[in-house]
């Protein structure tokens, strides 16, 4: 092998691992107290109409459709907890709540209000909202 194809596949190679590096890294990153989403069993405020839970899957919504598994009638349900990282690296690379909530404000405007996003499952209306809370 010639010196400089040896050097171009080292270059590539290191490449390679920087960018599995940075996609790896942000999930180990943690500050401060985490993030749940919650779906409480709610009456929905104003004019705002849940939408179906079963129209999201848990491959686009993992916190929400985690949420709304735990979730009962009498009991609050919370996604696993969500650090953001140090100075804001992590929110560019890896997927939180507040991007679902986001989403779902977006995706079903009627089901939005100030509180939260109002949804039925199980015949039942939860209000799914972004709490920060101390871990234990």
């Known amino acids: 092998m010639r010196p400089i194809t040896k050097k171009a596949v080292y270059v590539i190679f290191a490449v390679v691992v920087v960018l599995l590096a940075l996609g790896a890294l942000p ?9 749940y989403l919650t779906a409480t069993a709610a009456t929905p405020a104003g004019n705002a109409t849940p939408f179906n839970a079963s129209e999201v899957t ?3 919504f993992p916190y929400t459709t985690t949420a709304l598994e735990r979730a009962s009638a009498g009991e609050p349900g919370r996604s696993d907890p969500y650090w953001r990282g140090p100075v804001g ?4 690379f890896t997927h939180s709540p507040f991007d679902e909530e986001n989403a779902l404000s977006r995706q079903y405007p009627n089901a939005s209000a100030d509180d939260g996003v109002y949804t039925r499952h199980g015949g039942t209306v939860y209000r799914l909202s972004i709490v920060r809370e101390a871990e234990g």
């Open 27 to 35: 999930g180990l990153l943690k500050s401060g107290d985490p993030y």
């Open 58 to 60: 848990g491959d686009r």
């Open 89 to 92: 690296f992590k929110g560019a």
